[in-house]
C-alpha cells in the first residue's frame, strides 16, 4: 500500500506555514479562515465574524451564494477553460449583460482590476496615435487624480499618484500626470495636444472612500468631449452594484468611453474586464491585446450568476434604500465618539469610517468582537458589505462599531 506524504505527516499549522513560506508582502491579520456562509465566515477556531470586508469589494454576494455555488459547480463539470482562440457561450452572453449596463461598446475580458486598468491604459495610447495621424510617441498623456488606485501593474502603478505605492519601484512609465480630485480647472489646466485620456475612480476607494462630485464628472466628461480625450474610469471597487448603482458613475447622469470592472463582477471568482464605447472599440484589432485566462467559460459563469443574483432579488435597490438608512445610523456614531470618529462618507454598502487616529486598533478590536472590515488611507476604516446584506446584519454592524468607539472612550 502506498501513502501520500500528506497522510504520513501531520501538517504544520497554517500560522507556520505562512511564517516560513509565504512571501510577506501583506500585514496579515493573526486568524484563517475556514468556511463561509452569507455574511459570515469562521475561522479554524470555531469563531464566527460577520464579514464586511467581503474580501475587499470582492464577495458581492456574500459566501456560497446557492445560486453562484450551483452555477459554479455546473460549468466545472462542463468546461472550464478554453483559450481566446474559440469562442465561449457564456463570455458572449456575459458581454451582453454588461453592454446592457454600460450602454453600446465591447467588453474585453481579463482576471483582475489591475489587468482592466492596463488594458485602458494601453487603449490611450491607441487613442493617441490615432489622434495623431499614426505617429507614435506625441500623444500620450494620462491625467490622473492624486490619491487614486490603478492596481499595482507598471501602468496602473505608474498611474497611481500615491508614495507609498510608487516607492521602490522607479523608473515609472511615463506619461501620467496629477490632478486634484474634484477641481476641474487643475485637470483642465493639464489637458493639451499630447493629451490622450483622464484616469479616475469614481469613487476613490483605497485611499478612503472619496467621492467624484455630480459636477466634478459632468464637468470632465464636458472637458474630454471638447478636447477629444478619453474620459477612463476605474470602477474596480465601486462597480458592480457596491454603491446602490451599476455603476457609481451613473449617479452622475454620465458615460465615460472606457470601464474598468473586477472585484465584484465574479463574486469571488477572478475576474476582470473593460468596457469600451462603440466608437473607440475598433482601436484594438486582432494581436494588440490578449489573455490566455481571460473569460474562460468558469469565471464566466460565476459573474453571470452574480448578475443573475443582483437582478433576480432586487440587490440595487436594497443596497441603494437600505444604504441609507445605515448611512444615517454610522452618522449618528460621529456625534457619540466625536473624539474618535472625525466623519463618516460613502454611497450604498462602500462606506468610510474617518478617524482621528491610525484605525490599526480599531479594526483589531472589531476582529476581536467578531466584524470584520478593511483599513484604506488617511485613517479610514472600509465597511464593504455583501451586496445581499439584510437590514439586520447592517444594524449589527452598528451595534460592534458603538460598543468598540465606547470601549476605547
Ligand atoms: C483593487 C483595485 C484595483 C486593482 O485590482 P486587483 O484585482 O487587485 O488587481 C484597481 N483599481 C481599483 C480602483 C481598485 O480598487
Request: aromatic share 8%.
Amino acid at each position: 500500500m502506498t501513502h501520500s506524504v500528506s497522510e504520513v505527516t501531520p501538517r504544520p499549522s497554517t500560522a507556520s506555514l505562512y511564517e516560513a513560506h509565504v512571501l510577506g508582502n501583506y500585514a496579515r491579520a493573526p486568524i484563517t479562515l475556514v468556511r463561509g456562509q452569507g455574511c459570515r465566515a469562521w475561522d479554524d477556531e470555531g469563531r464566527r465574524y460577520l464579514d464586511f470586508s467581503s474580501g475587499v469589494a470582492v464577495s458581492s454576494l456574500g459566501h456560497c451564494h446557492p445560486h453562484w455555488v450551483a452555477a459554479v459547480r455546473a460549468q466545472a463539470g462542463e468546461l472550464v477553460h478554453t483559450s481566446n482562440l474559440y469562442r465561449n457561450p457564456n463570455q458572449g452572453e456575459l458581454a451582453r449583460r454588461l453592454v446592457g449596463y454600460a450602454g453600446p461598446g465591447r467588453v474585453f475580458f481579463c482576471n483582475s482590476g489591475a489587468e482592466a486598468d492596463e488594458m485602458m491604459i494601453k487603449l490611450s495610447r491607441l487613442h493617441g496615435v490615432a489622434k495623431s495621424g499614426g505617429e507614435e510617441g506625441r500623444c500620450f498623456k494620462v491625467i490622473t487624480a492624486r490619491n487614486g488606485f490603478h492596481g499595482r501593474m507598471f501602468g496602473g502603478m505608474s498611474a497611481t499618484a500615491q508614495e507609498k505605492v510608487q516607492k521602490g519601484f522607479r523608473p515609472l512609465v511615463p506619461g501620467f500626470v496629477t490632478a486634484e480630485l474634484n477641481d476641474l480647472d487643475s485637470f483642465a489646466a493639464l489637458m493639451d495636444e499630447g493629451t490622450s485620456a483622464v484616469l479616475v475612480e469614481s469613487i476613490q476607494g483605497e485611499s478612503g472612500i472619496r467621492p467624484c462630485t455630480t459636477e466634478f464628472l459632468q464637468g470632465l466628461r464636458r472637458l474630454c468631449d471638447e478636447r477629444g480625450v478619453l474620459l477612463m474610469v476605474d470602477e474596480v471597487q465601486c462597480g458592480l452594484g457596491r454603491t446602490g448603482a451599476f455603476y457609481a458613475f451613473e449617479a452622475a447622469g454620465i458615460r465615460p468611453d472606457a470601464i474598468a470592472m473586477a472585484k465584484g463582477l465574479g463574486g469571488g471568482f477572478p475576474i476582470g474586464a473593460v468596457w469600451i464605447a462603440e466608437k473607440f472599440a475598433d482601436l484594438f484589432t486582432p494581436g494588440t491585446h490578449g489573455s490566455t485566462f481571460g473569460g474562460t467559460p468558469l469565471a464566466c459563469a460565476a459573474a453571470l450568476a452574480v448578475l443573475d443574483v443582483i437582478e433576480r432579488e432586487g440587490l440595487l435597490e436594497k443596497v441603494s434604500v437600505q444604504g441609507r438608512e445605515w448611512l444615517a445610523d454610522l452618522e449618528k456614531l460621529v456625534g457619540e465618539f466625536p473624539a474618535q470618529l472625525s466623519a463618516v462618507r460613502g454611497r450604498g454598502y462602500l462606506v468610510g469610517l474617518e478617524l482621528t487616529s491610525d484605525p490599526a486598533p480599531y479594526v483589531e478590536a472589531l476582529r476581536e468582537r467578531g466584524l470584520l472590515v478593511v483599513p484604506a488611507g488617511g485613517n479610514v476604516i472600509r465597511v464593504l458589505p455583501p451586496l445581499i446584506a439584510t437590514r439586520e446584519e447592517l444594524a449589527e454592524s452598528v451595534g460592534l462599531l458603538r460598543a468598540v468607539f465606547a470601549s476605547r472612550a
